[in-house]
């Protein structure tokens, strides 16, 4: 989740299951991006949807996507190193609840592998 207008490192990304040139704004979003694009039961891909009406502040979904059956699916990019702060947890609770609350059962957490010393 980014907050909406974000104003960062920016990949931007064409692939054939999206309309738009996706603009990525980290390496998890950009390999779950290229994950989502082989996926055979993905047959469209939109990045950055706003979360209209969060209570939370203005905030956008990473991946929400189509699948062959009309489902929705939807991920989150997370750090690993952050998926301890509360701000994170409140944030990613907030957008599970939203997607809830439209129907979409499929919703998922995508973190970077972890490393080992």
Known sequence: MVKKNYKG??????????KDVLKLYSKIQERCAVLLQEDEEVTEIRCNVPLDGLSVGDYTSDFVCVKKNKDILV????RRCHLTKPMTVKLL?????????????????VIDEERTV
Not at 9 to 18: E, F, G, P, Q
Not at 75 to 78: D, F, G, H, L, N
Not at 101 to 106: F, L, P, Q
Request: include cysteine.
């Open 75 to 78: 991920r989150e990019c997370v």
């Open 9 to 18: 490192r920016c990949i931007k990304l064409s692939l054939t299951k999206s």
């Open 93 to 109: 609770d907030a957008s599970r609840n939203y997607w809830l609350r439209h129907g979409v059962m499929d919703w998922g957490i």
